[in-house]
């Protein structure tokens, strides 16, 4: 057997010793292959070498062995590509093996989702006002201080300001304290009549605790038109609340005091959970407080450039937060924030 024919099989027997291996780790059989490919074809490789020795030939041998190198050499190179082609397509094989995803697997049961209480009342809430013929507006969270307190009757260095803890974005910039900025917005972009509700979230710098959060929400009425008396907004926080919590409630309008209703009144309504009796919820008092309200002051219209002697109107707000805790028993606003799935399933 001449030494063409031995380095043939040689080749030939390395590489079908690396199909053995090359079943525990195709990355590491390419690597091998690669190395073996060098021993053979490299610069300093065994067939290389041959080909250099020509040179030491006579010349009329240097064709003929010429050609048979050539033709080893192709038929190394051969053998190589067709065991790396394969090896390749062996490392696929076995990727998308493992990679394989069983698409007849069934899924864990896809919970059935729920609406969140505050939602809840907050719909229930909006709709009985869309009944009443109100609209619904919003405003931004991140707030004129001019809007938020100024144009409300609340200037600055005002003890009125003590009422609500302020997170300042900058001097004339706040995050909104209450949902009552949406007012001022509304009557300095619109003409009277104006009945619109105003939902959304308010900041304070509250720390948190069962019945305080520096995030909660509240909604907003304001009613502006010529002859708005108190009987109006009376008989419109009457219907409210008996549509949201039975024919059954009564009402008490206590007298309070708020810079932006001239007069104000703070409003309970009997408690909905013991129908008056007195339990924990409404700490045996069987009323519970759940609005502020009043006629819109005199001021407040002058400052979005209506004539208090022309329009008059009166202005509401509630805590849909506390108004959803009442409604549900809930005695600590942190489960409304807290997204603990135990408490929110008995909502569905
Ligand atoms: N803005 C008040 C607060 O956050 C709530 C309020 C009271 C709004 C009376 C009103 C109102 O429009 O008339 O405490």
Redesign the pocket.
Known sequence: MDNHEKILQEVRQALSELRQEEKAAGQEALGRLQELRVKYLGKKGEITQMMKQMGTLPKEERPSFGQKVNSLRQKVEEAFEQRKSELEERIKEKKLAAERIDVTLEKPEAGMGGVHPLTKVYRQVRGIFEGMGFQVVEGPEIEFDKYNFEMLNIPKDHPARD??DTFYVTDDIVLR????PV?IRTMLGHQPPIRVICPGR?YRTDDVDATHSPVFN?I???VIDKGITFADLKGTINTFLRQLYGEQTKTKFRP?F?P??EP?AEVDATCSLCGGKGCPACKGAGMVEV????M?NPKVLENCGLDPEVYSG??????LDRLTNIKYGITDIRLLYESDVRFLRQFR
């Open positions: 009422m609500q304290t209450h949902t009552s007012q308010v509240q907003e009425g304001l309070g708020f932006f209703t104000s609005l502020g309200c009043g819109v009166y202005a509401f707000g509630l805590g």
